[in-house]
């Protein structure tokens, strides 16, 4: 089933008087289950395509469709009620709410979504379980080593139990076993509960999970399907 389709998407950012396009005519669909990353250098597009992908960003050109559905056009207040319901995401830098405790921010996103208290216990119990932090439940991000914060990004980005995780260089901050870590509990997940995953990546291990490798350049697509060396399009 397809979750995410773009139609001919151009975006530009302009600084004073420079104008650099991030993305150039980029149509790509995205199916239910799906373990993929996005490589090429910095600049390629793929931070960019994320944020469009996530409804945190506006095409200048083109459309985004999600479940079949022109989002394109959506004003601010419906693209936020689409992303907390629809749509996880794991940041490099875990992005936690330092002053909650690891359960606290993991049930935050179903407060946003008026979910009652007994269903966000357990929904909530269930994923900290999941990753392994269900005895870490009440210590706060600076409690926690970076391999456990990203788990608990982790836990809060499928908590909702979205359709897609996007996730922007998940494994940058982490060391290799916990990248490894981190980079398994995901795909366990992704098998147990058919939700798709989409890394922008430039980590040869997070390359090494995926089921099919989008390559990048210059704000367009080079290669959509073929397992592909990380080490000849990063940095």
């Given at each position: 089933?397809?979750i995410?389709?773009?139609?001919?998407?151009t975006?530009?950012?302009?600084?004073g008087?420079?104008?650099?396009?991030?993305?150039d005519?980029?149509?790509?669909?995205?199916?239910?289950?799906?373990?993929?990353?996005?490589?090429?250098?910095?600049?390629?597009?793929?931070?960019?395509?994320?944020?469009?992908m996530?409804c945190?960003?506006?095409?200048?050109?083109?459309?985004?469709?999600?479940e079949n559905?022109?989002?394109?056009?959506?004003?601010?207040?419906?693209?936020?009620?689409?992303?907390?319901?629809?749509?996880?995401?794991?940041?490099?830098?875990?992005?936690?709410?330092p002053?909650?405790?690891?359960?606290?921010?993991?049930?935050?996103?179903l407060?946003?979504?008026?979910?009652?208290?007994?269903?966000?216990?357990?929904?909530?119990?269930?994923?900290?379980?999941?990753?392994?932090?269900?005895?870490?439940?009440?210590?706060?991000?600076?409690?926690?080593?970076?391999?456990?914060?990203?788990?608990?990004?982790?836990?809060?980005?499928?908590?909702?139990?979205?359709l897609?995780?996007?996730a922007d260089?998940?494994?940058?901050?982490l060391?290799?076993?916990?990248?490894?870590?981190?980079?398994?509990?995901m795909l366990?997940?992704?098998?147990?509960?058919?939700?798709?995953?989409?890394?922008?990546t430039?980590?040869p291990?997070?390359?090494?999970?995926?089921?099919?490798?989008?390559?990048?350049?210059?704000?367009t697509?080079?290669?959509?399907?073929?397992?592909?060396?990380?080490?000849?399009?990063?940095?």
């Amino acid at each position: 089933m397809e979750i995410i389709r773009l139609e001919n998407v151009t975006k530009d950012y302009t600084i004073g008087e420079v104008t650099t396009r991030a993305l150039d005519d980029v149509s790509l669909q995205f199916a239910n289950g799906e373990f993929t990353t996005l490589v090429g250098p910095s600049g390629s597009g793929k931070t960019t395509l994320l944020q469009i992908m996530g409804c945190l960003d506006l095409p200048d050109k083109g459309k985004v469709f999600i479940e079949n559905r022109d989002v394109t056009g959506l004003k601010k207040n419906a693209r936020a009620d689409l992303r907390k319901s629809m749509i996880g995401f794991i940041f490099q830098f875990f992005a936690l709410v330092p002053v909650l405790s690891a359960y606290e921010n993991v049930e935050l996103p179903l407060i946003l979504n008026n979910v009652g208290e007994k269903e966000r216990k357990e929904r909530v119990m269930y994923l900290l379980d999941a990753v392994g932090l269900g005895h870490r439940v009440d210590h706060r991000p600076d409690q926690l080593s970076g391999g456990e914060q990203q788990r608990v990004a982790i836990a809060r980005a499928l908590v909702t139990d979205p359709l897609i995780v996007l996730a922007d260089e998940p494994t940058a901050n982490l060391d290799t076993e916990n990248g490894k870590q981190a980079m398994d509990i995901m795909l366990k997940l992704n098998e147990e509960t058919g939700t798709a995953f989409v890394f922008a990546t430039h980590d040869p291990r997070v390359v090494d999970y995926a089921r099919r490798v989008v390559q990048m350049h210059d704000g367009t697509i080079a290669n959509a399907n073929a397992a592909l060396d990380i080490l000849q399009t990063a940095d």
